[in-house]
């Protein structure tokens, strides 16, 4: 059976992305608006330079890069406590530590998206050595799949089980189901996490992934893994990132600090619901809680007590 091959400025391959011109901006020049417009329907991933990071200590610009996310879209909590910037840098948690989560290791992660329509990082400090970023072009990465594993593309668009992250107190259920890929209105859809997906597998009192499901997950990961797929760069200090999070998926290598905890990587991170989204598959809405166009969605329920 044939598939449709997606098209569109979101369909890049590898450092194409990085020779474009809409991928890079002036941080002093950038208008909200048309940032807005070029993640939703640009490249879907965007690089400022210059934020005026020196103009500040570092828990000032914490609350500088904060109100001006706020100006994009609506920052959401990425904790049962409602915090809405989250500081990516190792805490060297224990590994049976509840509050570890891949961003506070300084290990190396695996291509995945967040809850939200897009993530915002800025760059307070990078690592000595490593901790670069990965991003490929979900839509890209659903046409190669298309072309050389049809079947296992239909399989990506069942709903897999997901189990709540060890951090994710503020819901009635312990797990959700969602798509990987989907499609609603004709608006593409890439979510993917893995290891809440394993973590599911794993659960006695979870479904079962069928061995298809294995199969077309570990494609998908290869696939996104081949050299040429993704592109790789540094953020600098004061370098933004933001990426749309249904069109593409990022990764970062594992990376070594400094011994003065001054020195340590750290990035700024902020989720934020876009007003000019696009509507997603009603199969988030456990996960997300509105699936709607331009609805306020995705982070982490608070709890009430917070």
């Known amino acids: 059976m044939t598939r449709s091959i997606l098209s569109g400025p979101a369909v890049w391959k590898g450092d194409g992305l990085l020779r474009r011109s809409d991928w890079e901006w002036n941080f002093a020049d950038a208008k909200p608006i048309e940032i807005r417009q070029a993640l939703e329907n ?109 079947d296992l593309l239909e399989i990506l668009k069942e709903s897999f089980t997901y189990k709540r992250h060890t951090v994710d107190l503020g819901n009635e259920s312990h797990y959700c189901q969602q ?59 004061g370098d933004i990132l933001l990426l749309n999070n249904w069109v593409t998926l990022h990764r970062r290598t594992a990376f070594e600090d400094g011994e003065d905890p001054v020195e340590k990587r750290r990035i700024f991170r902020v989720w934020l619901s876009m007003p000019n989204s696009r509507p997603i598959d009603k199969r988030f809405e456990a996960n997300f809680g509105a699936t709607s166009a331009g609805e306020v969605r995705g982070g982490f329920p608070v709890l009430k007590d917070q």
């Open 179 to 237: 798509p990987i890929f989907s499609f609603r209105d004709g608006f593409f859809a890439c979510s993917f996490l893995r290891v809440l997906i394993d973590r599911a597998h794993a659960d006695p009192e979870l479904p079962d992934l069928t061995p298809e499901q294995i199969e077309a997950m570990d494609f998908f990961e290869a696939v996104a893994g081949e050299s040429g797929q993704s592109c790789r760069f540094t953020q600098e200090r």
């Open 42 to 150: 640009g490249p879907g991933a965007l690089m400022l330079r210059g934020f005026p990071i020196d103009q500040y200590d570092c828990d000032e610009a914490r609350e500088a890069f904060r109100a001006w996310c706020g100006q994009l879209g609506t920052s959401l909590a990425q904790n049962e406590k409602g915090n809405t910037v989250f500081d990516v840098t190792d805490a060297r948690f224990g590994s049976s530590d509840p509050r570890m989560r891949g961003p506070n290791t300084n290990k190396k992660l695996s291509f995945h998206t967040d809850r939200c329509d897009v993530i915002a990082f800025l760059c307070w400090k990078k690592a000595l050595t490593g901790g670069e970023n990965e991003v490929i072009s979900s839509m890209h990465l659903y046409n190669e799949i298309a072309q050389r594993r049809p």
